[in-house]
């Protein structure tokens, strides 16, 4: 009996796919050809690899062996392409960062500006949001300036309301 390369189920020696995960076996001739024809690809999660990993970059899978050891978390915003700043990861912070100082400025006495630091804030966080979702490296100050922006601008507007309804102008 052999086992799996992926699930590490015990399959007959003789079987092509694996009964249990339906994964292709190889034999080690058909692997050496693949890798020289192919490249390397990780055994867990399919993706190519370039020579010199002990371990999947990727999912974290021993290369030899296919088994993820230790704790492989996405929840830190790492993610397939945790090496990659997106597109949008300085336009992020900028937007945040304008957006809020012009809401401060609007606290300081400069009136109106609030409006243009919460579309900017709005559209930070539009960015940021859209990057996470594709799971690549976000600015997190820019969506937490952003976020403030918001927030702040939101506020200074609702302000504006009340005391526009308070004190009406004829």
Do not use: W
């Amino acid at each position: 009996m052999k086992r799996c390369p992926k699930c590490l189920s015990q399959v007959e020696e003789t079987s092509k796919f694996c009964s249990s995960c339906g994964n292709q076996l190889l034999d080690e001739f058909q692997e050496k050809t693949e890798v020289k024809s192919e490249g390397r690809f990780c055994r867990n999660c399919g993706k190519q690899v370039s020579d010199g990993f002990l371990n999947c970059p990727f999912c974290g899978a021993n290369m030899v062996s296919g088994i993820v050891s230790g704790n492989v978390s996405r929840s830190r915003g790492y993610s397939d392409n945790h090496y990659l700043k997106s597109k949008n990861h300085t336009a992020t912070f900028v937007l945040g960062l304008i957006g809020t100082i012009l809401v401060a400025l609007n606290y300081l006495g400069v009136f109106f500006v609030h409006t243009i630091g919460f579309i900017l804030g709005v559209i930070g966080l539009s960015l940021a949001s859209k990057d996470k979702k594709e799971e690549l490296t976000y600015s997190k100050a820019g969506y937490v300036l952003s976020l403030i922006a918001v927030i702040a601008g939101g506020i200074a507007f609702l302000i504006g309301m009340i005391v526009g309804l308070l004190n009406p102008q004829i």
